[in-house]
């Protein structure tokens, strides 16, 4: 079965300066989540977005930014990145925001900042 | 401030016996509830869930239990077999705010043959 994608795996970038992760859903999947796992810590939830609209936003820094396209594959932008964003980005989907179904994720981005 | 907890960081058992994780919660808004396995270097896996109204749900090996008054969850594995060694989360939601997942710190389960 078709899983979700994300790309790149491994992504390495010095202070300061951008990143574009991207995420390609389940087919038929109409809801993306994203989440930042920091080293030996849990997920956090980042962000969502449902038919294109934001419709969940958590801990997510002013200079990240995200948005889904009408494809439903979704990217999330980081800029002035820092030594703390360092981390494992992880993109879910669902099928139905509406109905809460289950997420399933994607294999996630390694971002290392230097 | 940590909302779902799971207080073992690590768990070894052997291989046919059972494994039990546990997971703690404090907010009483949680009325869905998740358990993922995590291999190195893949995403999160969906195992099983539980919604608030149930208190228990079984699915193969796995079963989860749910005890709404102690805000606790723990998820059985019977027979454990090697390949179930992973890091397993709880996760939880609250239904009317989103679909947000609130994930546990992880449980590190080792199955020795």
């Known amino acids: 079965a078709a899983g979700v994608i994300q790309s790149p795996r491994h992504l390495i970038k010095e202070k300061r300066e951008t990143a574009t992760l991207k995420c390609y859903p389940i087919?038929?999947?109409?809801?993306v989540y994203w989440y930042q796992q920091g080293p030996g810590q849990d997920p956090q939830f980042l962000i969502s977005f449902y038919e294109k609209m934001q419709s969940d936003k958590g801990s997510i820094p002013d200079r990240f930014s995200a948005q889904q396209f009408s494809d439903y594959h979704s990217e999330l932008n980081m800029s002035s990145l820092e030594l703390g964003d360092s981390a494992l980005y992880f993109c879910?989907?669902?099928?139905?925001?509406?109905?809460?179904?289950?997420?399933?994720f994607g294999p996630g981005t390694r971002l290392t900042v230097l | 401030d940590q909302q779902v907890k799971q207080n073992s960081p690590s768990l070894s058992v052997q291989e046919g016996r059972i494994s039990i994780l546990n997971c703690d919660y404090t907010?009483?808004?949680?009325?869905?509830f998740l358990w993922y396995k995590k291999y190195p270097a893949e995403g999160p896996t969906f195992l099983i869930s539980?919604?608030?109204?149930?208190d228990k749900n079984e699915d193969g090996r796995f079963t989860v239990f749910l005890n709404k008054s102690a805000k606790h969850l723990s998820l059985h594995i019977v027979p454990s077999q090697p390949g179930d060694s992973a890091v397993y989360f709880c996760a939880a939601r609250v239904e009317t705010s989103g679909s947000r997942l609130t994930f546990g710190e992880g449980t590190q389960l080792t199955v020795n043959p």
């Open positions: 879910a989907s669902s099928r139905d925001f509406l109905s809460r179904d289950t997420q399933y």
């Open positions: 539980i919604s608030s109204i149930k």
């Open positions: 907010n009483s808004m949680f009325d869905y």
């Open positions: 087919p038929r999947h109409d809801t």
